[in-house]
């Protein structure tokens, strides 16, 4: 299993990025994904999640209206659109998948993609 995430770069304040993460080594239709981030001395915060196919998002109340979450089966990639970004959203970006099973909770990780916003 391998997610790797891209697209993080420094932005302005009110600025957009796309960000996206290519699966490989599974079944990528089969499994619910998400998208958590980390900033610079905090801990983890969980921003979005997206069901196997694609149809039912739920976002962290902090992006909700400014992220949208995307899939693209065919490609196995994940996406993140980010709008309106705010220097509060910078932090390193993870792709996660969660496991099939409950208690597995997110079984792999990408090393993430670093988006820095500037006031």
């Known amino acids: 299993v391998q997610l790797v995430e891209s697209g993080g770069d420094l932005v302005q304040s009110g600025g957009s990025l796309r960000l996206s993460c290519t699966a490989s080594?599974?079944?990528?239709?089969?499994?619910?994904m998400n998208w958590v981030r980390q900033a610079p001395g905090k801990g983890l915060e969980w921003v979005s999640g997206i069901n196997r196919a694609g149809g039912s998002r739920g976002y962290a109340d902090s992006v909700e209206g400014r992220f949208t979450m995307s899939r693209d089966t065919a490609s196995m990639t994940l996406y993140l659109q980010l709008n309106n970004l705010q220097p509060e959203d910078s932090a390193r970006y993870y792709c996660?998948?969660?496991?099939?099973?409950?208690?597995?909770?997110?079984?792999?990780w990408g090393k993430g993609t670093v988006v820095t916003v500037s006031s």
């Open positions: 080594g599974f079944s990528f239709s089969d499994y619910y």
């Open positions: 996660t998948r969660e496991g099939r099973y409950n208690g597995d909770g997110m079984d792999y």
